[in-house]
């Protein structure tokens, strides 16, 4: 069964700084990682994917895949208060067509203003 | 963007009672999904359910549970007879193909039982 774990568990950082925040999973030929972001009381809200070893950029969003060490990391360039919220790192596992999700338990991260 | 409805948000029931959660997904939408989330926990996977058919259940989805998509209206999560560790937010998600695509959540159901 898929293992995903994330760290840290929480992170309070000031605004305009740069957050790193990791995800490590336990099968390779997981066939996407995606991060989704939630605030309290909402539903997890798709933020951005990666299927291939290396990085994608989308606006303040990088990711960086690294399929050899299991690992995945997001960055959120220039943070801002509105980006406070859980962090979700979701794997996607390919099943004979059926694929599964698997999410880690979450980063909470607080912007200070 | 699309948006995923959850009815109601909140629901609270005695023990032993039936329970229903309406999810109300994207339109075109063809896959959909029940998670559970206990309150600082993780999200586990409990269902999903294509062309009118459970894909896969993981070993949370108890007998007690059900699901249906009745002639296109809302996707419903049954849970008969409902027991204290049911309490949770639920959460109902759809995607267009499959879960490689992007998931829609709703703002989750949560349930209650005294």
């Known amino acids: 069964q898929e293992k995903v774990q994330q760290s840290p568990e929480s992170l309070i950082v000031p605004e305009g700084a740069m957050v790193s925040l990791n995800c490590s999973f336990s099968?390779?030929?997981?066939?996407s990682i995606w991060w989704y972001q939630q605030h309290p009381g909402k539903g997890p809200k798709a933020l951005i994917?990666?299927?291939?070893?290396g990085n994608k950029k989308e606006g303040r969003l990088t990711v960086y895949l690294n399929r050899a060490s299991l690992h995945v990391s997001l960055h959120i360039k220039d943070s801002q208060p509105s980006d406070s919220a859980v962090y979700l790192c979701?794997?996607?596992?390919?099943?004979?067509?059926?694929?599964?999700?698997?999410f880690g338990a979450g980063t909470k991260l607080t912007i200070k203003p | 963007g699309p948006k995923v409805l959850q009815i109601p948000s909140h629901q609270i029931i005695d023990m032993g009672q039936m329970v229903t959660l309406n999810c109300d997904p994207v339109?075109?939408?063809?896959?959909f999904y029940w998670y559970k989330q206990i309150l600082g926990q993780q999200m586990e996977f409990l269902v999903n359910?294509?062309?009118?058919?459970?894909?896969?259940k993981s070993k949370l989805f108890k007998d007690q549970f059900s699901v249906e998509r009745p002639d296109g209206s809302y996707f419903t999560l049954k849970i008969q007879p409902t027991a204290l560790e049911d309490s949770a937010v639920y959460f109902c998600?759809?995607?267009?193909?499959?879960?490689?695509?992007?998931?829609?959540f709703g703002s989750g159901t949560r349930l209650t039982v005294l």
């Open positions: 979701a794997v996607i596992q390919a099943n004979y067509g059926n694929e599964k999700i698997t």
């Open positions: 099968d390779s030929a997981s066939q």
């Open positions: 994917s990666i299927f291939s070893n």
């Open positions: 339109s075109n939408h063809l896959y």
């Open positions: 359910f294509y062309n009118g058919k459970v894909m896969e």
């Open positions: 998600a759809s995607s267009f193909q499959n879960s490689a695509e992007t998931l829609y």
